[in-house]
């Protein structure tokens, strides 16, 4: 079946410091990735998206490359801030299966220090 | 355009008693999703319902947990006799059409404690 494996945190930081986070997928077919962002006590909101092979997502200086040959669909920002402390989720849509279901892989947790 | 909203935030349940978690998707929505996040873990899929049908239900234990989606009022994930095991983040997302790379919208979840 379909999974999902990033890497594991926490990942500390210091503010403007440049960001990684590994995300690779097993998966049949070409399914859309994503990458969500959960700060704390609150719900998953969407970060960046990329539905086809050599798509680049980006939104609020995060970015990420579809990978087909990699299988690898990887974060980055060049300069975090405090504000960006919260837990990354990659996941991927089981185009297989009806609607839109989402697999996700298990979570970084980002701390960003002043 | 009000987002997902699920009801109650947190709900505290002693064991062998029931649950219920409201769900209610962004206007317009008609594909919604539950998610279950235990601690420190990421989201696992339960059930995929479209307005009064259970389209994917491959996520859901086979026992005490049922779901609906009735074509008025929210959908609604039940538990029934709550066991300590239960406690986690129950996350909803609705998505407009039930393709793969639409983007699905996430609630705030509800946070059950079984004690």
């Known amino acids: 079946g379909n999974s999902v494996t990033q890497m594991e945190g926490p990942v500390t930081l210091s503010e403007e410091a440049f960001l990684t986070i590994n995300c690779t997928y097993t998966a049949t077919g070409y399914p859309s990735l994503f990458w969500y962002v959960q700060y704390p006590g609150e719900g998953l909101q969407l970060l960046l998206k990329?539905?086809?092979?050599?798509d680049k997502g980006s939104n609020k200086g995060f970015e990420a490359t579809y990978r087909k040959e990699t299988t690898s669909f990887h974060l980055e920002k060049g300069s975090v801030q405090v504000s960006d402390s919260a837990v990354y989720f990659c996941a991927l849509s089981d185009i297989g299966a009806a609607g839109n279901k989402l697999t996700f892989g298990g979570g970084t947790r980002v701390l960003v220090k002043p | 355009n009000a987002g997902v909203m699920q009801n109650p935030r947190h709900l505290v349940r002693r064991r062998g008693q029931e649950a219920r978690l409201r769900c209610s998707p962004m206007k317009g929505h008609s594909h919604v999703y539950w998610y279950r996040q235990l601690p420190e873990e990421g989201l696992k899929f339960m059930v995929y319902l479209q307005k009064e049908n259970i389209i994917d239900e491959s996520g859901m234990p086979k026992e005490r947990f049922s779901a609906e989606f009735p074509k008025e009022g929210p959908s609604i994930l039940r538990i029934q006799q709550v066991v300590r095991g239960d406690s986690a983040a129950y996350f909803c997302?609705?998505?407009?059409?039930?393709?793969?790379?639409?983007?699905?919208?996430f609630g705030q979840g509800t946070r059950l404690t079984v004690v």
């Open positions: 990329a539905t086809k092979a050599d």
């Open positions: 997302a609705s998505s407009r059409k039930g393709q793969g790379n639409t983007e699905a919208f």
